[in-house]
């Protein structure tokens, strides 16, 4: 299921798993079948003016945006990014330059990682840097602004 309204869309279900004939399992977002779970992934609020306030005040243009997330479900992830819109007609994907997403390869839970790909390329440095956790289960920001002098924000 998508939430739609005035901004565009604000919602995504989140998917249940589900198994097709070859026992293969397939994550409902990518059978686009309209079958969701019973939650809805949204932006938080404030997450919404700020990156609204990003896109139309041009006072902002130069800003850099990224997405630094440890998501068990990357193809998820990826699809909220590519579907959630700030404004009609922008979404979350066309508003981040870099994304570092899950937790395998180079990622690991960390956030630490995910920094040091997105330092990698984008050569933005550390002290330039500025993050804000939703994490309610792991401090990042202390383990981000000890390990490289990220700052941020719970």
């Known amino acids: 299921m998508v939430a739609t309204t005035p ?4 919602g995504l279900s989140v998917p249940k798993r589900r198994r097709n004939g070859r026992g293969r399992t397939i994550p409902s977002w990518e059978l686009d079948d309209g079958y969701g ?5 949204r932006l938080f609020d404030g997450a919404r003016r700020a990156l609204r306030e990003l896109a139309l005040n041009p006072r902002y243009r130069g800003i850099v945006l990224a997405c630094a997330s440890s998501s068990l479900e990357p193809s998820y992830s ?9 404004l009609p007609d922008l979404t979350l ?9 899950g937790r395998t390869g180079k990622l690991s839970p ?7 790909e997105l330092h990698r390329e984008s050569s933005v440095p550390y002290h ?15 383990d981000l602004e000890e390990a490289l002098g990220v700052q941020g924000v719970r």
């Open 7 to 10: 901004l565009g869309c604000v």
């Open 37 to 41: 779970g019973d939650e809805t992934v």
């Open 78 to 86: 990826h699809a909220c990014l590519d579907k959630l819109e700030v």
């Open 93 to 101: 994907r066309e508003m981040f330059t870099y994304n570092q997403i």
């Open 110 to 116: 960390r956030k630490t990682t995910h920094f040091r």
């Open 128 to 142: 330039n840097m500025l993050f804000f956790d939703d994490c309610g289960y792991g401090d990042h920001v202390s």
